[in-house]
């Protein structure tokens, strides 16, 4: 397993979710809220201070970096 | 009866869609989480009585936060005939599954695609016959907010009423693994009747986000809004004060006097001095509440709420709090109990209780009408909104001194997620509504206990029968030497001591019970508050207002929303004691310099 994650993409890069490392519970919400695993990540905002904008699919969230660190990713795109 | 319950994820239309089906006013704001509770409403529905629910939004079947509780247990727990399930257009690939999840229970949802008129803009097509056909129950494109496709809906539903089983969704749990199936079926559901460009691009949004959430500009720019909106309350509201002070004046003395003239003198007082006057000053103030509150509603319903979330959740964070708390602070502003109620989307109880702490120290629009009456008596015309703003400081300090404070005994690590809605153009409908809503909140509450509490007032200050009204010898006096002691070092007198004790329970007696145990009113009532307190105590005064507790239905709020004795004895003890202490500083201090 790599551990590449959410967090680690800059403005405009995207990839697809292969995972989410949380507790059940927290994997549900994330889940549920459109971090499913197969679809396309893309990274719209990530200032230095406060949370990132996502978008996944037609879904744009906003959430903590370090909850995108649980989001894992497929490298190389 | 039948029962028709409105299901969806949160901020897909549900309300509008209930609003605009059964005529009522659930309250709409594009931001996901503002209905958190049950509201329901009776309509006849193809020749049958049919009760409407309208309930919180909820992301799957699963889901643990209060308010997703509140849908489970109302479905689980009772009966219903009729699904509607409300989607989003132009999030079908998101949003799908749950529909999917509920045809899976077996019972024959009705599918309502939703703001199908964002879908069109975004040149989003989708085929609702083939869906239908798929998923063998019935499909409709709608728009819930222009009423486009609206008669189909209903006719729709009408239709399949009488045929309806009733149950109830016991085996909610049992459809627990079967997610992603689930996805892959709605994915390929999606591939066969939804046709979409690649990529969407909410152009317009973006183009605003770019100035609005700018890493820079995006917090000055918050603020300079929420000053904008502030200043427009203020200048627009004192003339609006001045109109409803003129016809209630005028009223009382074309109609009112000459009808009470031939009253005896202690009950024309009561009557006219005491109850009019003090009801009167009070829902003088109603215009510049509305008008809050439309400001309110406007900023609400342009997903504006969000994007303040995302401003402000690195501050917060520092504090144990998270964006969403923020928002509530804000809505908290209008009312408190409603911003408590908010924190329902909250799951972790730690994150929860924090906020439900810090909320009450938010200066709701009965604590600024205080502060508005005061200021004006006492405080030049420059002076005047400069200490309101110094009372709005003084609130966010409070919320964060207390955050910081308790935040170590509430931590929590729930997830900050939250969905980013595109930008919408406030419905002139719906900000209307919001206006009216508050005229008919005000009308209840001044027909419940901003009567008795003037008419309590208005009794105490001028009873025994021989004491100089709202002077010595009155029970009030009484009262107000007793609680001398403590009031004294902060600079509150007697006669307004027993004011406070009326504030407890709503701000708006305050006002009222100045009018009623003066028996003064306008200027003159001005000229007597200069002589109860200098601009020191004023200000010390509305401290003290501002933070010992907002009223009693926030505490009963408090009650309700956390199940705890506990929590909520802490929390008023904490309120009661920092605004003490906060108005001791204050006063003491200025004091020492010479103020
Ligand atoms: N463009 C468009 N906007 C809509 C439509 N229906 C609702 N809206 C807007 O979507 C936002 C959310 O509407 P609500 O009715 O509050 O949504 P809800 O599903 O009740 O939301 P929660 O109570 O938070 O779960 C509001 O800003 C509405 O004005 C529609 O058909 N088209
Ligand atoms: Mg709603």
New binding site residues.
């Given amino acids: 397993m790599n551990n590449i994650n959410l967090s680690c993409l800059g403005i405009g890069e995207r990839a697809f979710i292969t995972g989410i490392h949380a507790p059940d519970g927290t994997r549900q919400r994330l889940q549920s809220m459109g971090l499913r695993t197969g679809r396309e990540a893309e990274v719209i905002r990530s200032p230095r201070l406060g949370p990132m904008q996502i978008r996944v699919g037609s879904v744009h969230l906003i959430m903590r970096r370090r909850d995108a660190a649980r989001v894992a990713i497929s490298s190389g795109q | 009866m039948k029962r028709l319950a409105i299901v969806?994820?949160?901020?897909?239309?549900?309300?509008?869609?209930?609003?605009r089906l059964t005529g009522s006013s659930?309250?709409?704001?594009?931001?996901?989480?503002?209905?958190?509770d049950l509201l329901s409403a009776h309509i006849v529905l193809g020749g049958t009585a049919v009760e409407v629910v309208?309930?919180?939004?909820i992301y799957d079947l699963h889901g643990f936060s209060e308010?997703e509780q509140v849908v489970r247990n109302f479905l689980e727990n009772n009966p219903v005939d009729l699904i509607g399930v409300?989607l989003n257009a132009t999030q079908l690939d998101h949003q799908l599954p749950l529909a999917l999840q509920f045809c899976k229970l077996g019972v024959q949802p009705h599918i309502l695609i939703?703001?199908?008129?964002?879908a069109d803009q975004l040149g989003i097509r989708i085929d609702a016959d083939a869906l239908s056909a798929d998923l063998g129950c019935p499909v409709h494109l709608?728009?819930?907010?222009?009423g486009?496709g609206f008669n189909e809906v209903r006719e729709s539903l009408a239709g399949r009423v009488n045929q309806a089983q009733h149950r109830p969704l016991d085996e909610m749990r049992d459809c627990l693994h079967a997610d992603d199936e689930i996805v892959q079926h709605s994915d390929a559901l999606i591939g066969r009747c939804v046709t979409a460009p690649s990529v969407l691009v909410r152009k317009m949004t973006e183009r605003i986000d770019h100035v609005l959430l700018h890493p820079v500009l995006g917090l000055p720019l918050f603020f300079a809004m929420m000053f904008l909106v502030f200043q427009a309350v203020y200048t627009l509201g004192g003339p609006l004060q001045d109109v409803v002070a003129y016809l209630l004046g005028n009223f009382k003395g074309w109609a009112l006097e000459p009808l009470a003239a031939t009253l005896p003198a202690a009950l024309y007082g009561f009557l006219i001095e005491g109850l009019y006057d003090g009801i009167g000053t009070v829902a003088s103030f109603v215009p510049v509440i509305i008008l809050f509150f439309f400001l309110m509603a406007i900023v609400?319903?342009?997903?504006y709420l969000a994007r303040a979330a995302f401003l402000t959740d690195s501050l917060m964070a520092r504090m144990g709090l998270d964006g969403r708390g923020f928002v509530m602070i804000l809505m908290g502003f209008g009312c408190n109990v409603p911003a408590l109620m908010g924190t329902r989307v909250m799951r972790s109880r730690a994150l929860r209780w924090l906020s439900m702490l810090v909320i009450p120290f938010s200066l709701c629009s009965a604590r600024l009408q205080v502060f508005v009456f005061i200021t004006t008596a006492l405080f030049t015309a420059q002076q005047a909104p400069l200490v309101l703003f110094f009372m709005y400081l003084a609130s966010f300090a409070s919320a964060f001194l207390t955050a910081t404070l308790f935040g170590r005994r509430f931590k929590s690590d729930e997830p900050f997620v939250l969905e980013l809605?595109p930008y919408?153009t406030?419905?002139l409908k719906?900000v209307l509504l919001r206006g009216w809503h508050e005229i008919s909140h005000f009308l209840r509450r001044a027909s419940t206990f901003i009567i008795t509490g003037v008419v309590l007032v208005w009794i105490l200050t001028h009873y025994p029968e021989g004491s100089t009204p709202g002077g010595a010898g009155t029970w009030a006096s009484l009262m107000g030497d007793w609680m001398k002691p403590v009031l004294d070092p902060i600079g509150i007198s007697a006669a307004m001591s027993v004011i406070l004790l009326f504030g407890f329970v709503a701000k708006e007696i305050v006002i009222g019970a100045m009018v009623a145990m003066t028996g003064l009113e306008g200027a003159a009532l001005n000229g007597y508050l200069t002589t109860q307190m200098d601009t020191t105590q004023a200000i010390s005064f509305m401290l003290f207002i501002l933070l010992y507790t907002p009223c009693l239905s926030t505490l009963a709020t408090q009650f309700t929303e956390s199940r705890s004795w506990k929590f909520t004895g802490i929390s008023l003890a904490w309120s009661l004691s920092l605004a003490w202490v906060v108005s001791f500083i204050f006063y003491q201090g200025a004091r020492a310099l010479g103020y």
């Fill in positions: 969806g994820m949160p901020n897909t239309g549900k309300s509008t869609f209930f609003n659930s309250r709409v704001g594009n931001w996901p989480g503002v209905t958190v309208d309930l919180p939004g308010d409300i939703n703001m199908i008129d964002e709608l728009s819930a907010r222009h486009t609400e319903d342009s997903g809605p919408r406030p419905v719906q």
